[in-house]
Structures are given as structure tokens and as C-alpha cells.
Nanobody
Framework: QVQLVESGGGLVQAGGSLRLSCAASGGTFSICAMGWFRQAPGKEREFVAAISWNGRSTNYADSLKGRFTISRDNAKNSVYLEMNSLKPEDTAVYYC??????????????????WGQGTQVTVSS
């Protein structure tokens, strides 16, 4: 079992930045690929970014490349999402998720076994 707790969400103006953090406990974080997903009201949960267990590989939703950066610190059992040039359409609840997987990075939510409770990001225009 891996417990995940997100933090760092909030209200920001368009063009601003936020850094989300996800702290893991209770399991083998270092062998998990980690992903960030988001869900806006009335929409399905969508892939944002993911990073391999060793941090050497990353994957991003095409529409977010260049604005969002995922990173991890296995010594701190944490994964981060740096979000820049935020837009109102980035408003959503952001979730981190863990996939015990030493192989490929996966982008579909049902491949991830463990989820945090989410953190709200609101971007005002």
C-alpha cells in the first residue's frame, strides 16, 4: 500500500505558476512510476504527466508540453508538478497516482493502483 497526499494547489491568476507536491508513505515509492492527472467539473479524469521510477523518463500530455514539468525526489518520497503560464482551462482537481512498475510509463488512470485525495487548482482570468 502506498498513501499519497497532494499539496500546493490554490487560486492563481492566468499566466501565473504553481508547484504541486505529492508525498508518499507506507510503501515502496522508489519502484513506482508516478503520474499526475486532473479532473475538471463535468469532465473525465485526464492524464497530465508521468515519470518513471528512477526519474529518467517522463511523458506529458501533448497540450501541456513546455508549460508543465514533472520531477521526483526518491530520497524524500515525493513527486512534483511545476506548472507555468497557467490558463483558466487548467482549472481542475489535480491528483497524483502511483503505478508499481519498473517498465514503461503509463498514461491511463486505470493502470495506477494508488491515488491521492487531490488538490484544487483554480486559475482566474
Amino acid at each position: 500500500q502506498v498513501q499519497l497526499v497532494e499539496s500546493g494547489g490554490g487560486l492563481v491568476q492566468a499566466g501565473g505558476s504553481l508547484r504541486l507536491s505529492c508525498a508518499a508513505s507506507g510503501g515502496t515509492f522508489s519502484i513506482c512510476a508516478m503520474g499526475w492527472f486532473r479532473q475538471a467539473p463535468g469532465k473525465e479524469r485526464e492524464f497530465v504527466a508521468a515519470i518513471s521510477w528512477n526519474g529518467r523518463s517522463t511523458n506529458y500530455a501533448d497540450s501541456l508540453k513546455g508549460r508543465f514539468t514533472i520531477s521526483r525526489d526518491n530520497a524524500k518520497n515525493s513527486v512534483y508538478l511545476e506548472m507555468n503560464s497557467l490558463k483558466p482551462e487548467d482549472t481542475a482537481v489535480y491528483y497524483c497516482a502511483a503505478d508499481p512498475n519498473l517498465g514503461i510509463i503509463r498514461t491511463t488512470p486505470n493502470k495506477y493502483n494508488y491515488w491521492g485525495q487531490g488538490t484544487q487548482v483554480t486559475v482566474s482570468s
